[in-house]
């Protein structure tokens, strides 16, 4: 099979490699549509600390069912299927106290990082993930779209962590796929108004078409237009998907007195946030950062993708080949792409 492997920050090979073996408890899945992601970015910049080269990266796919392990039950050649990345290890300490997404042990069985990854003509799915993460695409759902079902599981996950009431004004920081996608949930959620930050006007744009009831420029002075908005106050929910010190900060200012402040987006290892400690003390925000998945927030993502309650497929920008992953990963590098859809 061709397989696209990650070498060192800057090298992607394209190479032949064999079809992956798999064990009693596995599946072998034919990818079809294989989303490009910022962690495939980073890694492709940077690597990845779980990373140990040459790896095949990905972690966003869909497929159909090319072998089955004689020991899996309730799936078969030929079906078509999506997975999460990973799966808990259900006996760990935060397993066993319900927080099945801090898992311990998720490191263990992580598709494109300890696990070969999806940016390949097949992937192997782990029992773990086979017994707990692993789903037939519901009619009417296309490949690509059920590619989103393990970011967008992430979203559910903040979204749940937000706990936004009805009519609640909520403002997202980000307009990337996860703040697009944090956008529609919000709705979704009953939001009654969603504001929507960003600095580039055609990420701001999409925001709009996917239902953002109004859009800012992130450069000018975001706070103010927020307060504007709600009699000086500040949103009831702000939900940070930039991933960056400085939205960090402004999340919390942007946030009313006993709002929540959901700091979903992951900054660069090793920084560090300056926060108004007042606004926090006196305003008695909640302020929740946010992590990965459940086995339930995948779930629930596959419900509302599949009954397009969140419409997944405008989010996809661009579509190539597998052997253009490097074309695609600088597309998302200089901002140009949403989600890049490969097919293997
Ligand atoms: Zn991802
Ligand atoms: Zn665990």
Redesign the pocket.
Known sequence: MMAARFYEPGVIRLEKMEIPEISSDELLVRNHAVLT???DLKMYLRGHRLARPPLIIG??FAGTIEKVGKDVRNFEVGMNVVSANSAPCMSCYYCRIGKHNLCDRLDEVLIGFSSPGAYAEYVRLPDRIVRQNTYRIPEGLSFEEAAFL??FACVVHGGELANISPGDLVFVIGAGPIGLLHTQLAKAHGAGTVVVADTSPDRLRMAGELGADKTLNATEDPVREVKGLSDGRGADIVIEAAGKPETWHLAVQATRKGGTTVLFGGCPSGSTASIDTEAVHYGELTLRGAFHHTPRDVFRALQLISSHQVNVAPLITHRMPLSDVEKALRLMQNGKAIKVALSP
Request: hydrophobic content about 0%; proline content about 14%; charged content about 30%.
């Open positions: 992601c910022g962690t972690h966003e393990e970011p």
